[in-house]
């Protein structure tokens, strides 16, 4: 059964930075291509950024040069670098594939706000 585990959220000044991860199971992970997901109140969910299963990467406009996708095949974790946040960052963040599973994680929040 596919998991995500989404950690590392949590309240920063605009202009910080953080460091999301996310833990996956059940799938091959080094074979998926990737995806960050966010949602926001009162709105859908968005993708933020994705990174194939050969390490391309894109990247919402929105979040182009700010934050930064990679990933851990070895541990089969995925992670998200957010830099110089700001108040639109603020929203749920999701890991799945890239086409997502069915199955969605809890998500971790991350608040940015003076």
């Known amino acids: 059964q596919v998991q995500f585990v989404e950690s590392g959220g949590g309240l920063v000044q605009p202009g910080g930075s953080l460091r999301l991860s996310c833990a996956a199971s059940?799938?091959?992970?080094?074979?998926?291509?990737m995806g960050w997901y966010r949602q926001a109140p009162g709105k859908e969910r968005d993708m933020v950024a994705t990174?194939?299963?050969?390490?391309?990467?894109n990247y919402a406009d929105s979040v182009k040069g700010r934050f930064t996708i990679s990933r851990d095949n070895a541990k089969n974790t995925l992670y998200l670098q957010m830099n110089n946040l700001n108040p639109e960052d603020t929203a749920v963040y999701y890991c799945?594939?890239?086409?997502?599973?069915?199955?969605w994680g809890q998500g971790t929040q991350v608040t940015v706000s003076s």
């Open positions: 059940g799938m091959i992970f080094s074979v998926v291509n």
């Open positions: 990174i194939s299963n050969g390490r391309n990467t």
């Open positions: 799945n594939a890239r086409v997502p599973f069915t199955t």
